[in-house]
């Protein structure tokens, strides 16, 4: 036996003892969603703004360096308190015919320790790959289209996002505002949806990834499946797959839970072996490519922790980096419900799905792909989750989540294991740490409870039904 062959397995043994002592997904089996109690957000004044003149900068991945407020920086600042909070908290909207207003917010059962004001400087530039690129490129068609991949949204802007309801979509603030202004191109922002390209035969049934017989979806089975590989392999080669089966390929009815996973350049298999195209890809027959259908946006959200203004003293702050887009019509794509992450451990591992520049869109043919991954979070402070997850523009914006197992039912059975949004991929920094060295991150805004309460009622408008998650 090789060393490669020997150390793979060492590696693997390695990996399955972690995972049966932390749990599925490599967390604590105790660690789970909980209920929490939320503070209660009102709106109090609501008045009308002048209409945009969208002159907004996009972001320069050229420019030079800038210190961020790291953690240890962070945590030599005062608390909050409940009235910057609140103005923090109030936000602007933005109509689809350009007209615009700021509404300000009380916040009721706010928890003064909860939150510290973090003034930063900061500044982008290209998203970041770390050693050997961990990026799985999803270009299966029904795995794709299907739950959790599915949740997975384009921007017009250039950006991702995330559905979190059948009409709203959260992605990074700065991907429509960069702090002063809106950008040219949120002027007519659009959401692009994937969906399968096919004529309903008569009589015929679609097929869906729901659970049969309790078996995972073919999006979920998926994702399991890559993350195994992951342990041994957590890389792919970056070139897009142009084999293709012409038609003549039987059909394969399903990709099994522990079978088959597509990937940019094959198919791994349960040993880890790629297999060719020219097998059987179901994404290949005619007529089932993936499209994007894209919808308008009827309204944009944004907080005033984001905006520059007279009142505020943070400057393009990355604490309040995200946004709600509300679509014009609803989708038929499963969203992925909203939460914040228990604050008893750290978190152990994130993912999220998007659409990177160099990987989505290579060929030009119209064959879309999804670009997924996950990673262990290195830092973590009140409002940033500071972790090596590799990307590249395109894929800021897209919902940052966890998988964990909610409330144990009754009987003492364990609770289901649950996808939740807990932040938003904002993009690369430069942190101060300790010593005042810099290092750099990729770096996501992290849902807590006040954030949560503004998004809810962002989608929701009604306090009562943002009392708890």
């Known amino acids: 036996m090789?060393?490669?062959?020997?150390?793979?397995?060492?590696?693997?043994?390695?990996?399955?003892?972690?995972?049966?002592?932390?749990?599925?997904?490599?967390?604590?089996?105790?660690?789970?969603?909980?209920?929490?109690?939320?503070?209660?957000?009102?709106?109090?004044?609501?008045?009308?703004l002048n209409i945009p003149l969208f002159r907004g900068q996009e972001e320069d991945e050229e420019k030079g360096r800038a210190k961020t407020c790291g953690i240890e920086c962070q945590s030599s600042l005062p608390p909050m308190d409940h009235a910057e909070q609140e103005r923090f908290l109030g936000y602007e909207t933005m109509y689809e015919n350009g007209t615009r207003t700021h509404t300000d917010v009380s916040l009721q059962g706010f928890n003064k320790t909860s939150a510290r004001t973090q003034a930063h400087s900061q500044t982008r530039r290209k998203r970041q790959v770390y050693g050997a690129d961990g990026r799985f490129v999803i270009s299966d068609s029904h795995f794709i289209t299907n739950y959790p991949f599915s949740t997975a949204v384009r921007l017009s802007t250039g950006c991702s996002g995330v559905l979190v309801s059948p009409k709203h979509v959260l992605t990074a603030a700065h991907c429509i505002h960069d702090g002063n202004d809106y950008l040219k191109s949120a002027r007519k922002v659009k959401v692009g949806v994937l969906q399968l390209k096919s004529k309903r035969r008569r009589g015929g049934r679609r097929r869906g990834g729901r659970r049969r017989g309790g078996r995972l979806g073919e999006g979920e089975a998926g994702e399991e499946q890559m993350m195994?590989?992951?342990?041994?392999?957590?890389?792919?080669?970056?070139?897009?797959?142009?084999?293709?089966?012409?038609?003549?390929?039987?059909?394969?009815?399903?990709?099994?839970?522990?079978?088959?996973?597509?990937?940019?350049?094959g198919i791994i298999g349960e040993g880890g072996k790629r297999k060719g195209f020219n097998r059987v890809r179901r994404s290949a027959q005619p007529g089932r490519q993936p499209v994007f259908r894209w919808t308008r946006v009827k309204q944009t959200r944004i907080p005033e922790g984001w905006i520059h203004s007279k009142r505020s003293t943070n400057s393009v702050s990355s604490d309040y980096d995200y946004a709600l887009l509300e679509l014009k019509r609803q989708v038929k794509q499963k969203p992925m419900k909203l939460g914040v992450a228990p604050s008893a451990i750290p978190l152990a591992r994130i993912h999220f799905s998007g659409y990177d520049a160099d990987k989505s869109l290579l060929d030009g043919r119209g064959d879309e792909k999804v670009v997924y991954r996950f990673c262990s979070v290195e830092k973590e402070s009140d409002d940033l989750m500071y972790q090596h997850c590799d990307a590249q523009a395109g894929a800021t914006g897209a919902g940052v989540y966890v998988r964990l197992r909610q409330e144990a039912g009754n009987a003492g059975r364990k609770g289901k294991w649950q996808r939740r949004v807990i932040g938003v991929f904002s993009g690369h920094q430069w942190v101060e740490v300790e010593g005042g060295d810099l290092r750099d991150f990729n770096v996501a805004v992290r849902i807590t409870p006040p954030k949560y309460a503004q998004i809810c009622h962002w989608i929701h408008g009604d306090p009562s039904l943002c009392k708890e998650v």
């Open 2 to 48: 090789g060393l490669k062959h020997l150390l793979c397995l060492l590696l693997s043994a390695a990996a399955l003892t972690v995972s049966g002592v932390l749990g599925e997904d490599g967390t604590n089996e105790a660690y789970g969603w909980t209920r929490e109690s939320l503070p209660v957000l009102l709106e109090t004044h609501t008045h009308l």
């Open 228 to 265: 195994e590989e992951g342990k041994e392999q957590n890389s792919i080669d970056g070139d897009v797959a142009g084999g293709r089966n012409g038609g003549k390929g039987r059909r394969r009815s399903r990709i099994r839970e522990k079978g088959h996973v597509a990937a940019s350049n």
